[in-house]
Nanobody
Framework: QVHLVESGGGLVQAGGSLRLSCAASGGTFGRYFMGWFRQAPGKEREFVAALTWSNGLLDYADSVKGRFFISGDSAKNTVDLQMNSLKPEDTAVYYC????????????????WGQGTQVTVSS
């Protein structure tokens, strides 16, 4: 129903910046919001940032607040994640997600996942 494709991952030195992009296709039913999760080796998948289209609400995990910024273009059906002041602990596979308005948290609201893009931050 909704297909998500990430791009922009790569290798960057600590303190550097990287910009991830996500392109969505399919119906708008399942993308009341779009956002990003990440999963580091040996760790659980964690919420990073989200954008709610209807009201422009932005939400960020405490670990990335002030460093990462999410933005979207409804006409192009794209969402970007600007990542600044990157740290080695930001190393993870980053997943673009889309979902609906109901759930106890962002994970429960998520219905669609992209394939992921690798971000590696060297020290």
């Amino acid at each position: 129903q909704v297909h998500l494709v990430e791009s922009g991952g790569g290798l960057v030195q600590a303190g550097g910046s990287l910009r991830l992009s996500c392109a969505a296709s399919g119906g708008t039913f399942g993308r009341y919001f779009m956002g990003w999760f990440r999963q580091a080796p040996g760790k659980e998948r964690e919420f990073v940032a989200a954008l709610t289209w209807s009201n422009g609400l932005l939400d960020y995990a405490d670990s990335v607040k002030g460093r990462f910024f999410i933005s979207g273009d409804s006409a192009k059906n794209t969402v970007d994640l600007q990542m600044n002041s990157l740290k080695p602990e930001d190393t993870a596979v980053y997943y673009c997600v889309a979902g609906g308005p109901y759930g106890r948290n962002w994970f429960e609201k998520t219905r669609y996942w992209g394939q992921g893009t690798q971000v590696t931050v060297s020290s």
